[in-house]
T-cell receptor, first 118, second 109 residues
Framework: DARVTQTPRHKVTEMGQEVTMRCQPI?????VFWYRQTMMQGLELLAY????????DSGMPKDRFSAEMPDATLATLKIQPSEPRDSAVYFC????????????????FGPGTRLTVL | AQRVTQPEKLLSVFKGAPVELKCNYS??????LFWYVQYSRQRLQLLLR??SRESIKGFTADLNKGETSFHLKKPFAQEEDSAMYYC???????????FGSGTQLTVLP
């Protein structure tokens, strides 16, 4: 049963520290997404990739956030420096987008990384 | 720009009662809509998609383009239906999702 994995599951850090979150998408999927979930804002799309190429990262603060896919099995989301307002659950999702597949383009979500910045 | 609205943050119903979770959308193209569910301490998972016109766990959702709605319905709610429900719209070349703010459904015994 293939699943998206994320590490770490929980992270507590102090303001100003660098945070790196990792995601392993489902093998064979060609799209990867990073979402942030907070009580106030719900689920927000931060960045996404197709075939490892970044398509859009306009959803995240570029001065402190960066998202990369060093290879097809790893996506990373970094925050440097972290701030208390970054406290949230960060979800990674992957999917397979094929032309003509339409609404069968399901996204599969990881368990999330719960980040607390003190 | 696309937008998804779920007007109810919290919804409580009694077991066996009908339930309807509202979702409205705004999108200039042909919409692709989904309902995702997040049970307590579990990951977000797909519940159903409009193109399939299927019923999952007794839930159905019909796309109404005239009213730009995609409400989720179930005739008889069960306690295990208690969860957070998100309506989502796919767009763009990566079919990225725009989520509504979610509705926390509680089914009371």
């Amino acid at each position: 049963d293939a699943r998206v994995t994320q590490t770490p599951r929980h992270k507590v850090t102090e303001m100003g520290q660098e945070v790196t979150m990792r995601c392993q998408p489902i093998l064979g999927h060609n799209t990867v997404f990073w979402y942030r979930q907070t009580m106030m804002q719900g689920l927000e799309l931060l960045a996404y990739f197709r075939n490892r190429a970044p398509l859009d990262d306009s959803g995240m603060p570029k001065d402190r956030f960066s998202a990369e896919m060093p290879d097809a099995t790893l996506a990373t989301l970094k925050i440097q420096p972290s701030e208390p307002r970054d406290s949230a659950v960060y979800f990674c999702a992957s999917g397979l987008v094929l032309r003509g597949l339409g609404s069968y383009n399901e996204q599969f979500f990881g368990p999330g990384t719960r980040l607390t910045v003190l | 720009a696309q937008r998804v609205t779920q007007p109810e943050k919290l919804l409580s119903v009694f077991k066996g009662a009908p339930v309807e979770l509202k979702c409205n959308y705004s999108y200039s193209g042909s919409p692709e809509l989904f309902w995702y569910v997040q049970y307590s301490r579990q990951r977000l998972q797909l519940l159903l998609r409009h193109i399939s016109r299927e019923s999952i766990k007794g839930f159905t959702a019909d796309l109404n383009k005239g009213e730009t709605s995609f409400h989720l319905k179930k005739p008889f709610a069960q306690e295990e239906d208690s969860a957070m429900y998100y309506c989502a719209l796919a767009s763009g070349s990566a079919r990225q999702l725009t989520f509504g703010s979610g509705t926390q459904l509680t089914v009371l015994p």
